[in-house]
């Protein structure tokens, strides 16, 4: 992997078709919902059709790969899932089965979504030129999986380091604007650790899905962090939630852990796709709430 | 980067070596046997790390207080699979050590944790590995660190040689044997590129030291001292004292790490100010002399 993303020669088209793996997940439906929508030929497999930390998915998963594919890999589990060296293990057979399907069909293009959990928490802006020092197992495990991707799998591989991504229709329920939309929906309290003082950049699932797209019709290779490129601490996040559900109140808690700070260094990002614009925090976070509503009505 | 419990030495009652088979491990046994400090060396006869009941196995074996060395690895870790291998280990290890009280757990891990960095390697930097075997060591760390309830120290050697080196790579252990042999050593390039070479011993030593103090933290097992393939091939060849051709060859890729790879020891000395690490010509004297015996004072007629 080379820190920089580069494009196919040419102008975009898209792939004669898209084989997406956690097709069930925030990301993988999302993505799905846009390939289908634009008429792209699209297998979807998620950890229901087939089990990818299984020692036999490499077979499996070869029977419904065809010479040609694009191959996007979404599946993981994620700390929400479990922390320890088990999740662990089966999250790197799956890179294993990934790996090993590439050496058996010749794909067009294999397009991995990693983490920005592979960067420790530092004051400075991360770039795709950061050291990829993860400080946690999760963050090892997506470093790991890069790792083994790059080196074993033949295919044109792109690297996309996704920060946090929101939206109606999130999976996690991780900490942040999801979980903010859902407590002020459902109680009307968020819950902040601390005063919500740390800043993170948050990434609207559109957006997310627009930079996948983008990649895979650019049959794009190299590391890109995909980030919005803005920064908000949570409790910013918080208030901007309370104000958009009637009765919503923000509630801090005693803090336990340091407060830690992540930006993003848009350049290669507005290098590779320099049209794209990012979905204001205010409106996404709108259309969050909308969204999550509406699905619980 | 070390903190020490026991400020003054106060050696465990027992020490468990997993992996005692090994190199490093083989090393550490001896150690301990020197200081008379009770010792337990398990090698894959004992516990087969791989099977799906390692924690069981492990739990039975220790004893509450055990002080625990694990060595035990699939190294180098070259690819999915035998990442998959040292995950598995790792599960066996944290499962089984979880279980049991012991009092203080030292892990054997790699300086291939760190990344290429602009300044001498030291425990300050943020292990950033490039490779599947330093992701493969930063990954059991991290699942040691954050899994096992024990006081943890991680000791990171750099490239290690000495007399019973099983692996035989690029490097000492290789140049010294071929030379004996009165092989060709044939240099990747012109073997230019410098880097740190850790004997066996002070890597025992440090893990006996750290032991004996309880420490906790990360220490690098690195001299600070860089030396060139070629010097340390030129080394080998005077100490088997038989007329050993060194020849070049053509590189076929860049040179790993760009040649370059020093150490800053500072955390060494601040942790143990009166241990001093050996330096590489003695240290490759003795390997000399315990792998080959007399074969130095034979001189240039054999």
């Known amino acids: 992997v080379t820190a920089t993303l580069r494009h196919r020669e040419g102008p975009p088209g898209e792939p004669s078709r898209v084989v997406v793996l956690g097709a069930g997940g925030f990301l993988g439906r999302s993505a799905c919902a846009s390939l289908e929508k634009d008429g792209v030929p699209l297998v979807a497999l998620g950890s229901r059709d087939l089990d990818l930390a299984d020692p036999a998915a490499d077979e499996a998963l070869a029977g419904r790969l065809a010479e040609g594919d694009a191959l996007v890999f979404l599946s993981a589990l994620t700390p929400d899932k479990g922390r320890d060296s088990a999740t662990l293990m089966r999250n790197l057979a799956m890179a294993r089965a990934v790996a090993a399907v590439a050496k058996k069909v010749k794909l067009a293009h294999l397009v991995y979504a990693s983490s920005d959990a592979v960067y420790p928490f530092t004051e400075d802006s991360v770039s795709e030129d950061s050291p990829a020092a993860p400080t946690d197992l999760y963050g090892a495990m997506h470093r790991t999986r890069e790792l083994i991707l790059a080196a074993e799998a033949p295919a044109p591989l792109a690297v996309l380091r996704f920060t946090a991504v929101y939206g109606p229709g999130d999976t996690h329920n991780s900490y942040g604007p999801n979980r903010f939309v859902r407590q002020a929906l459902a109680d009307g309290v968020v819950r902040l650790f601390g005063e919500g003082e740390e800043t993170r950049d948050h990434l609207w699932i559109g957006d997310a899905v627009a930079v996948l797209r983008r990649v895979v019709a650019h049959r794009s290779t190299g590391l890109l962090n995909v980030a919005s490129g803005g920064s908000t601490s949570f409790r910013s996040v918080a208030d901007a939630v309370a104000a958009l559900v009637p009765g919503a109140r923000v509630e801090s808690s005693p803090r336990q852990s340091a407060v830690t700070h992540r930006r993003f260094e848009p350049a290669a990002m507005r290098a590779a796709f320099p049209e794209l614009r990012f979905t204001p925090l205010a409106e996404g976070l709108e259309a969050t709430v909308a969204g999550t509503g509406a699905g619980r009505a | ?302």
Not at chain 2, 226 to 243: D, K, Y
């Open chain 2, 1 to 302: 980067m070390m903190r020490h419990l026991h400020p003054s030495p106060a050696p465990p009652a027992r020490t468990v070596v997993i992996g005692a088979a090994g190199f490093v491990g083989g090393a550490v046994m001896r150690r301990l046997a020197s200081a008379g400090a009770p010792a337990l060396g398990l090698t894959r006869g004992e516990i087969d790390l791989l099977a799906d009941d390692a924690g069981e196995r492990l739990e039975a074996l220790l004893q509450q207080g055990d002080a625990v060395v694990a060595v035990a690895a699939r190294a180098p870790c070259k690819n999915a699979e035998l990442f998959l291998d040292n995950a598995r280990i790792v599960r066996g290890l944290v499962a089984g050590l979880k279980r049991a009280a012991i009092s203080h757990l030292v892990n054997i891990s790699s300086d291939a944790v760190y990344g290429d960095e602009p300044v001498p390697l030291s425990e300050a930097l943020a292990p950033a590995p490039a490779s599947l075997h330093g992701a493969m060591h930063l990954a059991r760390e991290i699942a040691l660190s954050g899994e096992i309830d024990a006081p943890i120290a991680h000791i990171r050697p750099t490239l290690v040689y000495g007399a019973a080196d099983p692996h035989n790579g690029y490097g000492p252990n290789q140049f010294r044997r071929k030379a004996n042999r009165g092989e060709p050593i044939v240099l990747f390039g012109e073997g230019e590129e410098r880097r740190d070479h850790v004997a066996v011993e002070d890597v025992a030593e440090l893990v006996w030291r750290v032991l004996a103090h309880r420490s906790v933290g990360v220490l690098n097992a690195a001299t600070g001292v860089v030396t060139s393939f070629r010097e340390v091939a030129e080394t080998a060849v005077a100490l088997s004292g038989r007329p050993v051709e060194i020849k070049g060859s053509p590189r076929k890729g860049p040179m790993p790490h760009n040649g370059y790879r020093p150490f800053d020891p500072s955390a060494t000395a601040s942790a143990f100010p009166d241990f001093r690490y050996t330096p590489l010509s003695d240290g490759l004297a003795q390997a000399q002399a315990a792998e080959f015996g007399a074969a130095a004072t034979r001189g240039s007629q054999g």
